[in-house]
């Protein structure tokens, strides 16, 4: 790895005075501050300004560097030198830093498929795995929240994302039900929507439960709480909807997902007075003037819940949790997901708003694997004896977990992620359809060191279980059919009467 950057520093005053003065610090410097962090057994090693120039009150010079002193760091130390060193005598100091041009020589770990390009970068240069990077006006300010290596990281992860294009994700199968006999094979949407039990939303991808189809998802609701969380000594918490996109960076969301969020602006002002030509049009148009509101609301700066964990987590930001309290169990049944799924819409398993159930854990390695087992126990009695249906386990390495920080669980069996796969036999035979994936159970890392959770003596992991209302409902409906009497004996003592619904002429 090989960097070299052009840079101007710009003081208060003119330092042609100071000229010898500046090459005693430059001499000084690179035989001892430019090389501090290189190993000993390293010879030649750090960085090394080659030559400067001086021009009233501007100070030009050219710093080679390798990877153990990078040059922008190495800029960095060299200001503050020159502050210390001229600020007494000369009285003057570094106004602004100025890259006038940077260029980074790197090995890639796999050759580029296509080019690629980054924000802050002018130029990169592939060939075979040497990379080139050229950038220039780079801040002082950008220079030290470490902007240079977060773009080299992100060469390497851009490559790396083309070597998955098109590749399905890791799918292992860990158990398997027997195969069950199916009550029909017609879609429970398309008949729900035909009887009246669901109406689609006002907006794209959101739908209207009618008591018929509410008793079903508040019935499964139920069963999820009395039957799965309870008995393990989950408590209930409530968030709200709206999450900051600091906590959506903190867990990997914002850089995942942000072509699926749905972001929140709010208004620039709540006076009346500057809202009066906006409601003016709206009363004469009765309609809303699109380009009028984009004036008087703010740039988002928080999206809409896409799950509940990541608020879960970041409750417990810099906390020290009790040994006694280990392992917190909790879970948030209040706030709808939003996902802007586009074109991906399908039925009311596939929308654009759901209701989800999200069970949070947090505890010693040891706590979660022995949590992980018990609620394996408990979602096989519900799925079994409960709700009756062919279903499926498999252990799955999602690409998007692995770049959100996953990659430490590849190394441990007992953690990672396992989704929950239901049949649909409206979809085709089991051996060639397309199965669903109704929900999840993961244990990781990443979020206790994010949030930096700590506890009075062990390291703690954290992990989350997603349910899915309407998808527990697809994966029940689609099996079971419409038809409450034909239902598991066991699903409808917890669902008692069907609603009468009502009749629409």
Same mark, same amino acid.
């Given at each position: 790895?090989?960097?070299?950057?052009?840079?101007?520093?710009?003081?208060?005053?003119?330092?042609? /005075?100071?000229?010898?003065?500046?090459?005693?610090?430059?001499?000084?410097?690179?035989?001892?501050?430019l090389?501090?962090?290189?190993?000993?057994?390293?010879?030649?090693?750090?960085?090394?300004?080659?030559?400067?120039?001086?021009q009233?009150?501007?100070?030009?010079?050219?710093?080679?560097? /390798?990877?153990?002193?990078?040059?922008?760091? $190495?800029?960095?130390?060299?200001?503050?030198?020159?502050?210390?060193?001229?600020?007494?005598?000369?009285?003057?100091?570094?106004?602004?830093?100025?890259?006038?041009?940077?260029?980074?020589?790197?090995?890639?770990?796999?050759?580029?498929?296509? /080019?690629?390009?980054?924000?802050?970068?002018?130029?990169?240069?592939?060939?075979?795995?040497?990379?080139?990077?050229?950038?220039?006006?780079?801040?002082?300010?950008?220079?030290?929240?470490?902007y240079?290596?977060?773009?080299?990281?992100?060469?390497?992860?851009?490559?790396?994302?083309?070597?998955y294009?098109?590749?399905?994700?890791?799918?292992e199968?860990?158990?398997?039900?027997?195969?069950?006999?199916?009550?029909?094979?017609e879609?429970?949407?398309?008949?729900?929507?035909?009887?009246?039990?669901?109406?689609?939303?006002?907006?794209?991808?959101?739908?209207?439960?009618?008591?018929?189809?509410?008793?079903?998802?508040?019935?499964?609701?139920?069963?999820?709480?009395?039957?799965?969380?309870?008995?393990?000594?989950?408590?209930?918490?409530?968030?709200?909807?709206?999450?900051?996109?600091?906590?959506?960076?903190?867990?990997?969301?914002?850089?995942?997902?942000?072509?699926?969020?749905?972001?929140?602006?709010?208004? $620039?002002?709540?006076?009346?007075?500057?809202?009066?030509?906006?409601?003016?049009?709206?009363?004469?148009?009765?309609?809303?003037?699109?380009?009028?509101?984009?004036?008087?609301?703010?740039?988002?700066?928080?999206?809409?819940?896409?799950?509940?964990?990541?608020?879960?987590?970041?409750?417990?930001?810099?906390?020290?949790?009790?040994?006694?309290?280990?392992?917190?169990?909790?879970?948030?049944?209040?706030?709808?997901s939003?996902?802007?799924?586009?074109?991906?819409?399908?039925?009311?398993?596939?929308?654009?708003?759901?209701?989800?159930?999200?069970?949070?854990?947090?505890?010693?390695?040891?706590?979660?694997?022995?949590?992980?087992?018990?609620?394996?126990?408990?979602?096989?009695?519900? *799925?079994?004896?409960?709700?009756?249906?062919?279903?499926?386990? $498999?252990?799955?390495?999602?690409?998007?977990?692995?770049?959100?920080?996953?990659?430490?669980?590849?190394?441990?069996?007992?953690?990672?992620?396992?989704?929950?796969?239901?049949?649909?036999?409206?979809?085709?035979?089991r051996?060639?359809?397309?199965?669903?994936?109704?929900?999840?159970?993961?244990?990781?890392?990443?979020?206790t060191?994010?949030?930096?959770?700590?506890?009075?003596?062990?390291?703690?992991?954290?992990?989350?279980?997603?349910?899915?209302?309407?998808?527990? $409902?697809?994966?029940?409906?689609?099996?079971?059919?419409?038809?409450?009497?034909?239902?598991?004996?066991? *699903?409808?003592d917890?669902?008692?009467?069907?609603?009468?619904?009502?009749?629409?002429?």
């Open positions: 790895m090989r960097f070299e950057l052009k840079t101007t520093l710009r003081f208060s005053d003119d330092i042609e /005075d100071a000229e010898s003065d500046v090459k005693g610090i430059v001499s000084s410097a690179n035989e001892d501050l090389k501090r962090g290189v190993p000993e057994d390293v010879d030649d090693g750090g960085a090394r300004v080659k030559d400067f120039s001086i009233k009150d501007e100070l030009t010079f050219k710093i080679v560097s /390798d990877r153990y002193v990078r040059a922008h760091d $190495a800029v960095l130390r060299l200001k503050k030198t020159l502050n210390q060193e001229l600020g007494p005598e000369y009285h003057v100091g570094v106004r602004e830093v100025k890259i006038d041009n940077y260029t980074i020589r790197f090995e890639l770990e796999k050759e580029a498929k296509e /080019d690629i390009s980054l924000p802050y970068v002018d130029d990169i240069k592939l060939d075979g795995k040497i990379c080139e990077l050229n950038i220039s006006g780079l801040t002082e300010e950008q220079l030290s929240k470490n240079v290596d977060r773009i080299i990281n992100r060469v390497e992860e851009k490559i790396e994302a083309q070597y294009e098109g590749k399905e994700e890791m799918w199968l860990q158990w398997k039900s027997e195969e069950k006999k199916m009550v029909w094979e879609d429970p949407t398309e008949v729900m929507e035909k009887r009246g039990w669901i109406k689609r939303g006002p907006t794209k991808g959101k739908w209207f439960y009618r008591p018929e189809a509410a008793k079903i998802l508040k019935t499964l609701e139920k069963i999820v709480i009395d039957d799965i969380l309870k008995p393990l000594g989950f408590q209930e918490v409530i968030e709200s909807m709206m999450v900051p996109f600091d906590v959506w960076i903190d867990t990997g969301h914002m850089e995942g997902i942000p072509n699926e969020a749905y972001y929140i602006s709010e208004p $620039a002002t709540r006076n009346p007075e500057e809202w009066e030509e906006i409601i003016d049009e709206i009363k004469i148009t009765k309609e809303v003037p699109s380009d009028k509101l984009a004036k008087m609301t703010e740039t988002p700066k928080a999206g809409i819940c896409y799950a509940q964990c990541p608020v879960i987590y970041w409750s417990f930001r810099n906390e020290t949790i009790s040994d006694d309290s280990l392992p917190i169990l909790v879970y948030e049944n209040t706030v709808p939003t996902r802007y799924e586009s074109g991906g819409r399908r039925g009311i398993e596939r929308v654009d708003e759901f209701h989800r159930i999200e069970p949070v854990y947090i505890g010693t390695k040891d706590q979660l694997i022995e949590l992980k087992e018990k609620l394996l126990d408990r979602y096989k009695h519900v *799925f079994e004896d409960v709700l009756d249906i062919e279903w499926r386990m $498999a252990k799955v390495e999602p690409f998007y977990l692995q770049q959100a920080g996953g990659k430490k669980e590849e190394e441990e069996t007992d953690l990672g992620t396992i989704d929950f796969e239901a049949y649909l036999p409206y979809r085709g035979t051996e060639e359809s397309e199965w669903l994936e109704f929900g999840n159970l993961s244990i990781f890392r990443k979020y060191e994010t949030f930096n959770i700590k506890s009075q003596t062990e390291e703690l992991l954290s992990g989350c279980t997603g349910i899915g209302i309407e998808r527990w $409902a697809t994966a029940f409906l689609a099996q079971k059919g419409l038809d409450s009497e034909k239902w598991p004996e066991n *699903f409808k917890h669902l008692g009467e069907m609603p009468e619904g009502f009749e629409l002429l």
